[in-house]
């Protein structure tokens, strides 16, 4: 019988690829746990990495730069932080050297193929030919049991992509935070400095716009505002500021304690305000933010965090978009599970009866994965504050997307105060 392994990209990715593919035993390797299950063609064992195992490091001892000349290593052997690593990466090891073919079940995404490619070129050279790749994008049982029903080539390309990304960040990376120490070291002074790809166009970005900051010298300008218990209305002429202090405070005291006011130019605007597009991860972050508080760095964690319990559907995806092929109808009734979201389940699956359910789509398409929505699975223990406030806030963007177009109206007046 063939034996097949299949890398998980953490632990926890790898126990839900066991309970998504059926019955199994565990078989405990070097502190690791795999799992090991069979099919009527093969046996199949389940191996988790734990992220990134190997990184970029320069063949050449010594510290100069240009550096081009690069190697993949074991991460623990130039981190001292990743000792952890050790473990995996030798029950990695054991494991492939026992299989005749191989699956990356790692995410289907540039940083999951780099992953399980790097696992699987440097630990036992696989020839592409004995590569599968699964391809998913939520952690629930049916997601990964369709994806491994429907296995795919090695995918070299998003393979071949990440490695070069990673090499080119290496080159960039290295070499310029060089040649900056080299060049303060020269004006004998010593600095530890970096840059990246990112890094440094994002500082330049920075610092151009403080400079800006730094530079401008406001002119000042009065504004006047007429206080009512509905409404704040602004003094405008030909514009709403004015520059000059004299004027400003001749027309104040002009309309000083008045208590009525002549109302003209009454418009009234109808208009319709349409449903939010899907989330992908920008918008979440950028949500997450304004309405929660949360960094854009803290929501991607949690995000991910959710992924892996399940929760969610993959969550770094630049699309905007949901297919219908995802089961809309089905997530819906799962969500009804959920006592607090009970309610709105009903109230959206209540519209298709009269109208076939469709949602709101945005413009970005990212042809790996749809935009995030919720599984429809229930949390299986107690989520943190954080947790729980970004699961609300994707659920209650997955309901809105189903909504109509609001209808609104909007009135604009202008009050006449003794000719201002």
């Known amino acids: 019988m063939e034996t097949t392994v299949m890398i998980g990209e953490k632990p926890k990715v790898a126990s839900r690829l066991a309970n998504a593919l059926g019955n199994y035993s565990t078989q405990e390797n070097r502190g690791v746990k795999n799992y090991v299950l069979e099919t009527d063609d093969r046996k199949i064992i389940i191996a988790p990495a734990v992220g990134h195992i190997f990184n970029l490091e320069q063949t050449?001892?010594?510290?100069?730069?240009?550096v081009f000349d690069v190697e993949w290593e074991p991460i623990f052997e130039n981190q001292d932080s990743a000792d952890y690593v050790k473990k995996y990466y030798n029950n990695l090891k054991d494991q492939l050297e026992k299989a005749d073919t191989y699956i990356n079940a790692c995410d289907f995404d540039v940083e999951g193929s780099t992953i399980g490619g790097t696992v699987l070129k440097e630990m036992v050279d696989a020839d592409e030919e004995r590569i599968e790749r699964m391809k998913f994008s939520t952690l629930?049982?049916?997601?990964?049991?369709?994806?491994?029903?429907?296995?795919e080539d090695f995918d070299r390309g998003m393979t071949e992509a990440g490695i070069t990304r990673h090499i080119l960040d290496f080159y960039y990376g290295i070499n310029v935070s060089r040649a900056l120490m080299k060049a303060v070291r020269a004006a004998d002074r010593y600095k530890t400095l970096s840059t990246g790809r990112v890094q440094g166009p994002t500082l330049k970005i920075l610092a151009d716009r403080e400079r800006e900051i730094q530079e401008f010298e406001p002119d000042p300008y009065w504004e006047i505002y007429l206080n009512h218990s509905e409404f704040t209305a602004q003094w405008e002429e030909d514009e709403d500021r004015i520059w000059d202090e004299k004027t400003a405070e001749k027309k104040f005291e002009k309309i000083k304690g008045e208590k009525e006011a002549e109302v003209t130019n009454?418009?009234?605007?109808?208009?319709?305000?349409?449903?939010?597009?899907?989330?992908?991860?920008?918008?979440?972050?950028?949500?997450?933010?304004?309405?929660?508080?949360?960094?854009?760095?803290?929501?991607?964690?949690?995000?991910?965090?959710?992924?892996?319990?399940?929760?969610?559907?993959?969550?770094?995806?630049?699309?905007?978009?949901?297919?219908p092929k995802i089961g809309y109808k089905n997530i819906l009734k799962s969500m009804k599970?959920?006592?607090?979201?009970?309610?709105?389940?009903?109230?959206?699956?209540?519209?298709?009866?009269?109208?076939?359910?469709?949602?709101?789509?945005?413009?970005?398409?990212?042809?790996?994965?749809?935009?995030?929505?919720?599984?429809?699975?229930?949390?299986?223990?107690?989520?943190?504050?954080k947790e729980s406030q970004v699961y609300d806030l994707i659920v209650k963007r997955f309901f809105a997307v189903f909504g109509k177009p609001a209808k609104r109206k909007s009135i604009t007046f202008t009050l006449d105060v003794k000719d201002e």
């Open 60 to 66: 050449e001892e010594g510290w100069d730069y240009p």
């Open 140 to 151: 629930t049982p049916s997601d990964l049991q369709e994806a491994f029903d429907n296995l």
């Open 266 to 323: 009454v418009k009234i605007n109808k208009y319709k305000h349409n449903p939010p597009i899907p989330f992908n991860l920008t918008g979440l972050q950028s949500e997450a933010s304004s309405q929660l508080n949360i960094s854009p760095k803290q929501t991607q964690s949690i995000a991910q965090t959710l992924y892996e319990n399940g929760l969610i559907s993959y969550p770094r995806t630049e699309s905007q978009k949901l297919p």
């Open 337 to 385: 599970g959920q006592e607090e979201y009970d309610d709105l389940a009903k109230k959206v699956l209540k519209k298709d009866k009269k109208d076939n359910l469709y949602t709101t789509q945005g413009k970005k398409k990212d042809d790996a994965h749809p935009a995030i929505y919720p599984t429809g699975e229930s949390p299986s223990g107690s989520l943190s504050k």
